[in-house]
């Protein structure tokens, strides 16, 4: 069964500061990857995605992540965090052989930047 | 553009009432997607419409549930009758099909549902 872990409800991070939002993944074969971000007042938007290629992908807003296969992992990253950084962040995936339909998401991580 | 719009924002509804969603995708978007969010817990699917057809509903909880898609356009969440734990925050998302094979989905804002 595909799942998704975020087992930090909140990460607290002062301005300029690099930041770190974790997720791990459980899927059957190779995963599609992704990072979602919502606003206050806002729906959902999309970050970044890792399909395949080099493990490290650069997304909107200065955010990058790193896919490691061996951990399971798929950490969200900001060399130097603003305070419009401050959000809740949603890490998702799917199996590359699932249907569209199957993408699931974690429970989010609350983003707070301190000035 | 016009992104994807839900209405209402907030519904505050009794347990046996009866409440209707409505999703309005980008226009030209086949994929139709909704999700819901409970007690800050994670995103969960519901269902998914390729124009008016339902192509996944596995994640539908019960037969309260209706979800419709007519004409491959809008689409509406009925819940009837609503239940307390129906409360959360249901989100509508679209895709194009190039994108919906790789999992980029547009979101609307949420309709939160609150059922006392």
């Known amino acids: 069964a595909q799942s998704v872990a975020q087992p930090e409800d909140q990460v607290n991070v002062a301005e300029g500061n690099p930041l770190t939002v974790k997720c791990t993944y459980s899927?059957?074969?190779?995963?599609?990857l992704f990072w979602y971000v919502q606003y206050p007042n806002r729906g959902l938007q999309f970050l970044l995605k890792?399909?395949?290629?080099?493990?490290l992908v650069k997304g909107s807003y200065g955010f990058e992540a790193e896919f490691n296969k061996s951990q399971t992992s798929f950490h969200l990253k900001k060399p130097s965090a603003l305070v419009s950084d401050s959000a809740l962040y949603f890490c998702a995936v799917r199996g590359a052989y699932s249907s569209a339909s199957k993408i699931i998401f974690g429970s989010g991580t609350r983003l707070s930047i301190r000035p | 553009e016009a992104g994807v719009t839900q209405f209402p924002s907030h519904s505050v509804i009794e347990k046996g009432q009866t409440v209707t969603l409505r999703c309005d995708p980008i226009?030209?978007?086949?994929?139709l997607y909704w999700y819901r969010r409970v007690m800050g817990k994670e995103i969960k699917f519901l269902l998914h419409f390729v124009k008016e057809s339902k192509q996944d509903e596995s994640g539908m909880p019960n037969n309260r549930f209706l979800a419709e898609r007519t004409g491959g356009t809008y689409s509406t969440l009925k819940v009837q009758p609503a239940e307390l734990e129906d409360s959360g925050v249901y989100f509508c998302a679209s895709s194009p099909q190039g994108l919906a094979n790789t999992g980029e989905l547009f979101f609307g804002e949420g309709s939160r549902l609150t059922v006392l």
């Open positions: 226009s030209g978007h086949d994929n």
């Open positions: 899927v059957s074969g190779n995963p599609y």
């Open positions: 890792y399909i395949t290629g080099d493990n």
